[in-house]
């Protein structure tokens, strides 16, 4: 892991993935298991395999560079993060 830079700011995503989030085939079971899928159908179990933004919130790295984050897991979830450096620094209050 590299360490962040105390003094710049960053954009932290995350967007969570697997079968407590987004599960198209329980949700495809829950339909009846249709041969033939509606429109509507279609959309909704596309929506569920897309990864949807849980969070995305500044952060500001400690003096050390470090910065903890806790994101609430569940059995087979797969969570997927993104930490992008600012350009221009906002103002974050401590």
Request: with cysteine; proline share 5%.
């Amino acid at each position: 892991m590299t360490h962040l830079s105390p003094k710049a700011s960053y954009r932290l995503e995350v967007c969570r993935t697997s079968y407590h989030a987004n599960d198209a085939y329980t949700a495809y079971l829950e339909m009846g298991s249709p041969a033939q899928l509606t429109t509507e159908q279609i959309a909704k179990l596309n929506d569920l395999t897309r990864d949807a933004r849980e969070m995305s919130r500044m952060i500001k790295p400690g003096k050390g560079g470090t910065a903890k984050i806790e994101i609430p897991m569940n059995s087979n979830d797969t969570v997927l993060v993104k930490l992008v450096r600012l350009k221009s620094a906002p103002q974050i209050k401590d």
